[in-house]
């Protein structure tokens, strides 16, 4: 996974630091015991998600990548020596 830059876009940071804060609303609000700040918390968690979609969309997250075939290296071939005088 470290070589195939995952989660390297603006959309993912944006995200997810999103998504962070969300969590840490909710459960800050869970600890007092108050309810509407919980839920304030949990519709921050899916604006997160909905604004890294939205990013993704724009173009500003991974790019889809084809299927593409590799080419296969051509089979090593030995050739006879060749004999100079």
Known sequence: ????????????????????IGFCVAGAFMVMAQPLGFWAGMVIIALGGVVGLIMRSMGLGQPKQT???PHAAPAATREPASVES
């Open 1 to 20: 996974m470290a070589g195939s830059s995952h989660g390297h876009t603006p959309a993912a940071w944006t995200g997810v630091t999103i998504t962070f």
């Open 67 to 69: 299927h593409a075939v």
